[in-house]
């Protein structure tokens, strides 16, 4: 990640500009339903296909949604804009739930989620705008359990015990439990501080989705979602404020998304997978979970517990959600034209970020969403 220092400045003075714009700008949008969508702002020139007499696109954007990708967002927008300076695009990261609603109320341009959209928010969506509702990936990420204990710099931890620690059967962090899968680890006699989502999130979607799954007494308790009743722990705003928690609390263990845990420094546990290894969450084990997943027509599918050898097991896509159909030209032109530089060029600024790219069947799969976005 030898940019990583770069890119995080930029990203931290673009984000502080864009959460003023961006509010601004979706308090002010909006359209009626049955319209095709518009969250308005967009510049629509003499020619009618969203590009000046000179060739340059020209549009305004607003997108709003998942927190996982947000830092990765903000950087392609931003090095996007460098190229296209008549292109303005705004990014909210509210959490996906949030994009999901103001996808469907049409008052911005483009939602984003860490969670495909249930059949019925699709069905919802696409009765108010018209329009069908497009499913693009855009990377994979890992969600890593990042926890604050100074003095071990190394954890070990399997699907058994991480649903025990977050359903708060496990309270200590010298549980035996844990003991038994850190054979002569210092484990300190010091309680557990649980740090979950607050917010509606697809983050939180794909862990208890992954709980669900490897651990029953999870599935029959918590069970999946966006939202779910925590049976422990306390809240935090968003990737970045689950991460600011367990940085600030020693004795914590959170869920965030990698480039969060690494950006704030944070210890990440080993995670035991399908294949019964302890695998450390990277760029290399996130890539390795998507290797040889079939891909539904609609794109909405999930890599989680992946049975590669090497393949971290709390791993999803976040997807980019539009409408086949928008109402101005411009913005059609800018958003396809930011999607698939995004999906190309944009490839080494994820990898810098600590996201995994698309395998070239999927990236081909999610471009052909793209060129399906029109008048």
Known sequence: MTHKGKRIGWVAVLAAALVLMVGLGIAAAGCGGGDLPSAGGGTTTSDGTGTTSG???SASLNGAGATFPKPLYIEWIG???MVNPGVKINYQGIGSGGGIEQFTKMTVDFGASDAPMKDEEVAAAETASGAKVLHIPTVFGSVVLA???????ELKLDSDTLAAIFLGEITNWNDAKIAALNSGAALPDKAIQVVHRSDSSGTTNIFTSY???????WADAVG????VQWPAGVGGQGNDGVAAVVQQQEGSIGYVELSYAIESNLTMASLKNAAGNFIVPSLESTSAAAGGAAFPEDLRFSVANSPNADAYPIVGATWILAYDKMADPAKVAALKAFLTWSLTDGTAVAEDLGYAPLPDDLRALALAKVNAIGN
């Not at 926890?147 to 710099?153: A, F, G, I, K, S």
């Not at 709980?211 to 007494?217: D, F, K, R, S, T």
């Not at 999946?224 to 939202?227: P, S, T, V």
């Open 55 to 57: 060739g340059e696109l």
């Open 79 to 81: 090095e996007f804009q």
């Open 147 to 153: 926890y604050n204990l100074p003095d071990l710099p």
């Open 211 to 217: 709980l669900a799954e490897v651990n029953q007494a």
């Open 224 to 227: 999946a979602g966006k939202e």
